[in-house]
């Protein structure tokens, strides 16, 4: 097949396009221009430059510079496809579309609304993200919508609207970084996941700044610390209540702070007096000696900045280990000003906007509750309905998968995910879809879960599809296109319109542009927390991005947050006392290692887009484990061998990776593979109860050379 050829929508050959990368949380703008091939070849080739914007100062990584790659590969699904038999048929969206209504309209006359089910994901634009919450309520009239943000930001963005009030992933600019003397970057690898990001670190650095890295792991972040502790995974918890007593104890309190903006701290103080240092150096494998090095560090500085991620988050107390962290932050009063706050890092390219406007099953657009009777009645005004046909809210992610397995939900509808490779217990998620009535899946590619799909939607990707992403800073930023899609391909909210409108809901969708979408989100998230009415599309091509909350058109929004109020009713940030605890699960006899796991430079989540780019897949082409030397030698590994990795839950194999850069009870695996190389075949799905995110960074395993258990198994 010859590769795809780049149009503009006036049918004219483009040879420049203005556009944003697809992948992470920064959204660095780019420029991509392409050049004809030479006589005898029909090789278009491109050149990928950055463009400074606020977040990436012009920077690209490895990723944002090979992205086209995908966008323009041969393995693109550029037709609808339908299951007959077992194998996949082309078809016109006409068939495609109507095979969609009538199972769905099956399943709901057969089993009631609720046995539909709706999965998102934070890759989708903003309009999208809202329409999908919009579908799944009005056009579905179903409960069960929930999304892969689910497994990224959601014990960071509870613990943030618990204890300020509200969560907007960053409450500084990234502009703050460079001001901060000492920086907290807690279960975080900025320099493979945000890489663009990591000069504000050094220039920090340069500016006199201490950096404290706390990861299990000696990562490429870790390379630019000035104390790294090497924490036992999932006890970020108990080492967070370490540095507030070392605080405590070293007298380095903002007591004036504490007073006038805070509340809770009297029960923290008695909860701080049952703790003792070296209890939580022998919890964490960090020494008393430098969790209280670490805490005078970031005590005795006059600006500083906490950040968490996965690391901290993926953990089933990653709720409580956050609000650990932020105790931090308040007991010193470093927020509210230049060079201060709190970051959750997120994730995807929309992991922060696509938070907000309702694809969580708790939620309505601007961050309302669908649990709240104010909130249900503003959206359903809106949205034009009475609020009794609002549908109540419905459960997490992978409580979602669990009623497909449980035959629940019958019949469901993914867009922008891989459920198959990025859910926890990856086995039982496999066994449900398989045996469900009717999966539908939009996507670009032949994904894991596609494969398994009763229909597959093509859609655009990032370099034809106008919307607005929020990056990490809160900033909402416009990618605009004027490529014309491949093949049949259509926008994901385009399919959703139409297919609303086959279930008989037209009149709620009428919209022919993003634009038109985004001009009833900004009303829909009006008054809300993340209120966006003030931004619009002009505003965007003219600012280049803005921040939310931004209520007012004519007026600007602030980067640095909280600067006299927190968002609780009271104004004041609240304190907790967050339990000392050990991980869900710990070693034993039978699994005996602590494996954890998270992500390289050159892939992106479940690989579904990088491992079709041929410069991103040939820097890492299979899995892998990371193992101490004295662990492997234990275990009899070799450097380069396949290794089978073993859990209560399941098994996956990789090849081992020798180092003395991880903790010798624990081992790492990235997440950017599916099948036998799945991690997830292995993770718990255990869940933190506050949040419902999947305790991801701790199992228990144990490991043995595949060549051994082969020869077990002859022996046999
Ligand atoms: N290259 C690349 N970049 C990405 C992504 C990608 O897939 N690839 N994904 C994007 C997305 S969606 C996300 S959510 C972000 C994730 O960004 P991060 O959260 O930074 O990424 P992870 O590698 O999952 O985890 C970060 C670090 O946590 C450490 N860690 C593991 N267990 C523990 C623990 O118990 N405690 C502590 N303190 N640390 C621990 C790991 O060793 C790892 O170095 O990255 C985004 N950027
Ligand atoms: N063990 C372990 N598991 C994890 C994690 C971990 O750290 N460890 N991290 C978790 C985290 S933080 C995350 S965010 C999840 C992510 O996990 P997934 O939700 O599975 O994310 P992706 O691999 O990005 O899958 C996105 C799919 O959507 C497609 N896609 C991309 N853009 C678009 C678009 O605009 N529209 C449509 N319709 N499709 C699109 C891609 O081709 C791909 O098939 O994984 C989680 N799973
Ligand atoms: S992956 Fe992230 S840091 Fe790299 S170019 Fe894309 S948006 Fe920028
Ligand atoms: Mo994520």
């Given at each position: 097949m010859p590769p795809l050829v780049i149009e503009s929508t006036n049918s004219d050959k483009l040879n420049v396009i203005q556009t944003q990368c697809p992948f992470c949380s920064v959204q660095c703008k780019m420029q991509v221009t392409i050049t004809e091939p030479a006589e005898g070849s029909n090789r278009l080739s491109y050149t990928i430059e950055g463009v400074a914007n606020a977040a990436s100062e012009g920077r690209l990584c490895v990723k944002g510079m090979n992205a086209h790659q995908h966008a323009t590969s041969t393995e693109r699904l550029l037709h609808p496809l339908i299951k007959r038999g077992g194998q996949f048929v082309e078809a016109t969206w006409e068939e495609a579309l109507r095979t969609i209504r009538d199972q769905f309209q099956a399943t709901s006359e057969k089993y009631g609304p609720d046995a539909i089910g709706v999965y998102g994901g934070g890759s989708l634009t903003n309009e999208t993200s809202y329409l999908l919450g919009k579908f799944a309520r009005i056009?579905?009239?179903?409960k069960y919508i929930d999304y892969n943000g689910r497994f990224c930001m959601s014990a960071a963005a509870s613990a943030g609207t618990k204890v300020f009030g509200v969560d907007r992933g960053l409450t500084c600019r990234l502009a703050d970084i460079p001001l901060a003397r000492c920086i907290i970057l807690a279960g975080t690898n900025i320099a493979e996941c945000q890489p663009t990001l990591m000069p504000y670190f050094t220039k920090a650095k340069e500016n006199g700044a201490t950096i404290i890295v706390i990861d299990p792991r000696v990562t490429a972040t870790a390379a630019i610390a000035d104390i790294h502790l090497q924490v036992k995974p999932g006890t970020d918890a108990a080492l967070a209540n370490g540095l507030l007593k070392a605080l405590e104890e070293e007298g380095l309190l903002n007591e004036k702070f504490i007073v006038e903006k805070t509340s809770g701290f009297y029960e923290l103080k008695k909860h701080l007096s049952t703790i003792q240092i070296e209890d939580i150096a022998s919890l964490t494998g960090i020494s008393e000696a430098d969790i209280r090095k670490a805490a005078i560090a970031y005590g005795k500085a006059d600006t500083g900045i906490v950040f968490t991620a996965r690391g901290v988050e993926q953990q089933t107390d990653g709720h409580m280990a956050v609000r650990g962290f932020l105790n931090l932050v308040l007991a010193t009063g470093k927020i509210g000003k230049p060079g201060c706050g709190y970051g959750a890092v997120t994730g995807q390219g929309n992991g922060q906007g696509g938070r907000e406007h309702g694809q969580k099953s708790d939620q309505l657009p601007g961050y309302r509750s669908i649990e709240n009777e104010h909130d249900r009645a503003y959206v359903a005004k809106v949205w034009g309905i009475e609020p009794e046909r609002l549908p109540r809210k419905g459960v997490s992610a992978y409580e979602m998968m669990e009623l497909v397995h449980q035959d629940v939900i019958r019949s469901l509808f993914v867009m922008g995910s891989n459920p198959v490779v990025s859910n926890p217990n990856a086995t039982l998620v496999e066994d449900g879809l398989a045996k469900c009535d009717f999966l539908v899946v939009a996507d670009m590619f032949m994904s894991e879960t596609a494969r398994m799909a009763d229909v597959i939607l093509p859609v655009t990707s990032y370099i034809e599809n106008t919307g607005t992403l929020t990056n990490l800073e809160g900033r909402v930023l416009l990618r605009e296109s004027n490529v014309v899609a491949p093949g049949s391909t259509k926008h994901d909210w385009s399919i959703l319109c139409e297919l609303a409108s086959l279930l008989g809901y037209e009149s709620y969708f009428p919209f022919q542009t993003a634009e038109q979408i985004f001009e009833e989100l900004r009303l829909a998230s009006r008054g809300g927390l993340a209120d966006y009415y003030g931004i619009n599309y002009d505003r965007l091509r003219r600012e280049g991005g803005v921040y939310w909350p931004c209520p007012s058109p004519d007026k600007p929004s602030a980067g640095i947050m909280f600067q006299n109020f927190f968002a609780h009713p009271d104004g004041r940030a609240t304190f907790t006392a967050v339990e000392s605890r050990q991980p869900h699960e710990t070693p034993c006899e039978q699994y005996p290692l602590t494996m954890t796991n998270g992500r390289v430079l050159s892939h992106y989540l479940t690989g579904v887009q990088t491992r079709r780019s041929k410069t991103l897949a040939a820097r890492n082409m299979d899995n892998f484990i990371e193992i101490h030397p004295k662990t492997a030698t234990q275990y009899w590994i070799e450097e380069g061998e396949w290794v089978v990795v073993q859990s209560k839950r399941g098994s996956f194999t990789v090849r081992s990776r020798i180092t003395d850069q991880i903790r010798e009870d624990t081992v790492f695996v990235p997440m950017h593979w599916g099948g036998a190389q799945n991690v997830n075949r292995a993770t718990s799905p255990e869940l933190d109860p506050n949040c419902k995110m999947p305790g991801f960074k701790t199992s228990t395993v144990s490991i043995m050379p595949l060549r051994l258990q082969q020869e077990l198994q002859a022996i046999d």
């Open positions: 056009a579905l009239g179903t």
